[in-house]
């Protein structure tokens, strides 16, 4: 089997490449061409996997490299990720995370109709929840650029499965973290703000909304959904969570907690870091995915909490 990723070098992308290749798969990594390459997260594996350049902008680089490799699975995992940056950029955004979506499943239509696809969809999509928890027919209401991105690229995925027969599923992923997650993501900021202060490198934390409410889970469980999905005789769309909610000011504690410290002391709120339209609470039911992909989280909330922890206070020791 080969598998073509777009995103390897992000979070999602590290881990589902080491499953695959667990598995046999023969990886192909999609990657954008840029002066300065950042492959951190893939390092480790990047003698037994392929890098090739395309863009998701470009609609003639990934036919091109759906030519070249025919792969037999596309996971789609590469976007403008970051909540924030979407109010920034949400022209960008929306050429990344809706149109590029499109242009991957146009290059399969056009290229190779039997190849199966993944697409990325987000909780973000919910937003302001019509209801709680959150089921895959529960209506959409994003509350940012990013959101809404997301909703047309998990739409124009129901859409090519439907027009075309190709196997194309979305996996609602809600929140999932890890060590190899960006330092701009609150989770990763906290931990690594709770390194930094434990080692005397800074004395304060800042924050934006302590109260918003997140169903986290650790990244490495769910790209085990992600390929589940592709297994399956017919191809649908499924929430992936953890089935548990907490507030930011729960990571922000048990972070502390872990180092013996109190975060009181040392969180400040910052008013930089509010969203413009936040989303309160997200909580996810995953019980379709659990029936019928047979799939399970591994990791608790607590223990993904102390593994991010002890991950940025390993890592700043190492660097001196």
């Known amino acids: 089997m080969k598998a073509l990723i777009t995103g390897i070098t992000g979070q999602d992308g590290s881990y589902l490449a080491e499953l695959l290749m667990e598995k046999g798969y023969e990886v192909i990594g999609m990657v954008r061409r840029a002066s300065t390459e950042s492959f951190e997260r893939i390092d480790h594996i990047k003698t037994r996997i392929t890098l090739a350049q395309a863009d998701l902008l470009d609609q003639l680089s990934i036919n091109r490299i759906i030519e070249e490799y025919h792969p037999d699975e596309i996971y789609n995992l590469a976007a403008q990720s970051f909540v924030p940056t979407s109010w920034d950029q949400p022209v960008l955004t929306g050429e990344f995370d809706a149109l590029g979506v499109t242009k991957v499943l146009e290059a399969i239509r056009q290229v190779d109709r039997s190849i199966r696809f993944y697409q990325a969809s987000s909780s973000e999509m919910f937003g302001k929840v019509r209801e709680v928890p959150q089921t895959e027919k529960t209506p959409f209401h994003p509350r940012s650029p990013y959101g809404v991105a997301k909703v047309y ?150 223990e993904l909490v102390r593994m991010m922890v002890d991950a940025d206070l390993k890592r700043l020791s190492e660097s001196g």
Do not use: C
């Open 153 to 302: 690229g998990h739409w124009i995925t129901v859409n090519y499965r439907e027009s075309y027969g190709i196997h194309a599923s979305s996996g609602i992923l809600f929140n999932h973290e890890s060590p190899r997650r960006g330092l701009e993501f609150v989770t990763r900021k906290i931990t690594n703000g709770v390194a930094r202060i434990k080692m005397g490198l800074t004395d304060k934390l800042a924050l934006g909304n302590l109260d918003a409410k997140r169903d986290w889970g650790f990244a490495g469980d769910y790209v085990r959904a992600m390929w589940l999905m592709l297994q399956q005789p017919e191809p649908k769309d499924y929430v992936i969570s953890s089935g548990e909610t907490h507030s930011v000011e729960d990571f922000v504690r048990l972070s502390f907690e872990h180092v013996d410290l109190d975060y009181k002391k040392y969180v400040v709120t910052d008013p930089r870091f509010v969203r413009p339209a936040e989303v309160d609470l997200l909580l996810g039911d995953s019980s379709q995915a659990k029936k019928e992909l047979d799939w399970e989280t591994s990791v608790s909330f607590e």
